[in-house]
C-alpha cells in the first residue's frame, strides 16, 4: 500500500478513537457542551484540511496538464490560459463553500 494512504487510515482512526470517547463521556451539561464543540472543531479542521488538500492536488493536475498541453501546440496558449484560469477558479471555490458550510455549521447547530 501507498505510504500516505496508510498515514490517512491511522490519522482518522485516531480521530474516531478520540471523538467516541468524548462523546461516550457521562458529565454535567457544561462538560458535555464542552465535548460537542471539540468534537465539531475536530470535524471541521479535518474537513477543511481534507478539502485544501484535494484542491491543491487538482490545482497541481490542471496546472500539469495546461503546461504540457501549451508546450505541444503553443498556438493555443491564449485560449488554454483562459481556461486554465475559469477551471482553478472553481477548484478554489470546492474550498471555499467547505469553509462555509463549516462555519454554518459552527454558528448555527446547537444540541443544547
Request: proline share 2%; glycine share 6%.
Amino acid at each position: 500500500m501507498n505510504r500516505n494512504l496508510i498515514m490517512v487510515i491511522l490519522v482518522g482512526l485516531i480521530i474516531c478513537l478520540f471523538s467516541g470517547q468524548a462523546l461516550a463521556a457521562e458529565e454535567s451539561e457544561t462538560g458535555d457542551k464542552t465535548k460537542f464543540y471539540v468534537v465539531m472543531a475536530i470535524s471541521m479542521i479535518s474537513g477543511m484540511a481534507v478539502a485544501s488538500s484535494v484542491c491543491g492536488f487538482a490545482q497541481s493536475l490542471a496546472i500539469r496538464s495546461a503546461m504540457d498541453a501549451v508546450s505541444r501546440q503553443p498556438s493555443a496558449a491564449k485560449d488554454l490560459q483562459t481556461m486554465l484560469i475559469i477551471g482553478l477558479a472553481l477548484i478554489e471555490a470546492l474550498g471555499l463553500y467547505t469553509l462555509v458550510v463549516a462555519l454554518v455549521f459552527i454558528f448555527t447547530v446547537n444540541p443544547f
